[in-house]
């Protein structure tokens, strides 16, 4: 009996491999139209997809990820409004899925570190990649 495969988190590749990927590409489009908010809380149960979620919406807005194919065929791509937003912010994603921590001080030590290591210098770079007024 086949089995679909556990544990990719990473959009991309799921989608240049063409992983088995069930299309939840539709909240993005409620990013969109909330993007006064500020803030989303997205809550899902264990291994209910949110590190491959916050993957794939990284990859939508990501500015670094411009040119990509990884949405067609995909429910977003047959928004306009939607797509002409792909590809246009630099996006900053932490992940603390591995930060293994006993107490709050050591999860607070270990995300700047993360966040420095992940980051460093290349936080400059992407401030770069931001136009003046835009």
Known sequence: MWEPP??????KSVRDNRGYFVDKSGPIAKILRYKGTGSFLITRPRRFGKSLNLSMVDAFFNI????NSWFDG???AEDAEC???MSRYPVIRLNFKDLDVESYDSFIHGAMERRTLTYGMSLFRKKALVTPGG
């Not at 556990?6 to 959009?11: C, L, P, S």
């Not at 670094?64 to 040119?67: A, K, L, R, S, T």
């Open 6 to 11: 556990v544990g990719d988190d990473d959009f």
């Open 64 to 67: 670094e990820h411009q040119g």
């Open 74 to 76: 995909l429910a977003i």
């Open 83 to 85: 797509m002409a937003e």
